[in-house]
């Protein structure tokens, strides 16, 4: 089992519904991530919160929106989403803020599927 | 840019039979390199944390060692248990804004142990 636990393990989704992915940890990080991994390569970074403020966003579509209502919660809001955005959607935290070099704690995932 | 190589891409061994995985990289100042195992379906599992070249860190079946220019997982009579993806990921040097904080993944090794 992790300690960073992610909501839910497998979702499908038509291109026209809203959609909540969640994420909780209790070890008292102050930085938590969302990554995107696809079949066989590694995990890309969407977000990051340090101190509950968005401190990075990769360019990512609008469709898809961060929020952190506090340092134990993360959740990532899915609008009008396309088949290629199909992916394993990643949690992660880390004890430090964003600049500190302390290791990420991911979460299983979500299985999200597009139709 | 930062990049990170890991080779070879797929290894198969026979149980007990010990091998080493590698990970070469270039970063403008390594803040940190992080080892992580992937089980297929879940998220990454984090294994060791290398600042600084000449360092090793233990586990179980598994060490990591560290230079200037790479990274080696060494496993020693592996089980089929340790079959898994493990992947290598760099941090640099941080600038005021944090921007390149963010960790560098390499696309990972596949690791599969017979019986």
């Known amino acids: 089992d992790t300690e960073v636990t992610q909501t839910p393990k497998h979702l499908v989704m038509g291109m026209t519904n809203k959609k909540s992915l969640k994420c909780e940890q209790h070890?008292?990080?102050?930085?938590m991530y969302w990554y995107k991994q696809k079949a066989k390569k590694p995990p890309e970074l969407m977000f990051v919160?340090?101190?509950?403020?968005?401190?990075i966003n990769e360019s990512v579509p609008s469709r898809f929106s961060p929020e952190c209502p506090n340092s134990s919660l993360l959740n990532l809001h899915l609008h009008a989403l396309q088949p290629e955005d199909s992916a394993l959607y990643l949690c992660?935290?880390?004890?430090?803020?964003?600049?500190?070099?302390?290791?990420?704690?991911f979460g299983n995932g979500t299985r999200l599927t597009v139709t | 840019e930062d990049q990170v190589t890991q080779s070879p891409e797929a290894l198969r061994l026979q149980e007990g039979e010990s091998s080493s995985l590698n990970c070469s990289y270039t970063?403008?100042?390594?803040?940190?390199l992080f080892w992580y195992r992937q089980d297929p379906g879940k998220g990454p599992e984090f294994l060791f944390t290398?600042?600084?070249a000449g360092e090793e860190k233990e586990k179980e079946r598994l060490k990591a060692t560290l230079t200037k220019k790479e990274s080696f997982l060494h496993i020693t009579a592996p089980k089929p248990e340790d079959s898994a993806t493990y992947l290598c990921?760099?941090?640099?040097?941080?600038?005021?804004?944090?921007?390149?904080?963010?960790?560098?993944f390499g696309k990972g090794i596949t690791l599969s142990v017979r019986p």
């Open positions: 919160y340090s101190y509950e403020k968005l401190s």
């Open positions: 070890m008292g990080h102050r930085a």
């Open positions: 290398l600042y600084s």
């Open positions: 990921a760099v941090q640099a040097a941080v600038d005021y804004t944090g921007a390149n904080s963010k960790l560098t």
């Open positions: 992660a935290s880390s004890q430090g803020g964003v600049w500190s070099n302390s290791p990420l704690h």
């Open positions: 970063v403008s100042g390594l803040r940190g």
